[in-house]
């Protein structure tokens, strides 16, 4: 003997599946905004430090600069994978001192 169809019920259960699919998504899509895995978010969490604490009338260093003080800060505190290490600290960088040198 066949079910009745319960639009009611079908469609809460469909609103359910697709709000828990949403918030999988945000968090997973969060969690990775810094870097995807645990090296590049060291990185990226050095670099707004040092981003931050750059001197007020500084100029935000070119790519080629950015990557010599992501190496040389390596040598000094970094563990695990250099280049994940390197793009971390460098965005990092750009970030922390955007958010405290405002651009004119």
């Not at 090296?39 to 981003?51: C, D, F, I, M, N």
């Not at 965005?91 to 651009?103: I, L, S, V």
Request: with cysteine; glycine share 10%; net charge positive.
């Amino acid at each position: 003997m066949a079910r009745e169809f319960r639009p009611v019920r079908f469609f809460v259960l469909a609103a359910i599946v697709v709000f828990l699919t949403c918030g999988a998504v945000a968090f997973f899509s969060k969690r990775a905004e810094h870097g995807r895995n645990s090296e590049e978010r060291a990185g990226y969490a050095l670099g707004v430090r040092a981003g931050a604490e750059a001197p007020p009338d500084a100029k935000l260093p070119s790519p080629a600069e950015l990557n010599q003080m992501a190496q040389a800060r390596f040598k000094r505190e970094g563990a695990g994978d250099k280049s994940n290490w390197d793009l971390g600290f460098e965005n990092g960088y750009e970030e922390g001192f955007r958010k405290t040198h405002p651009a004119p």
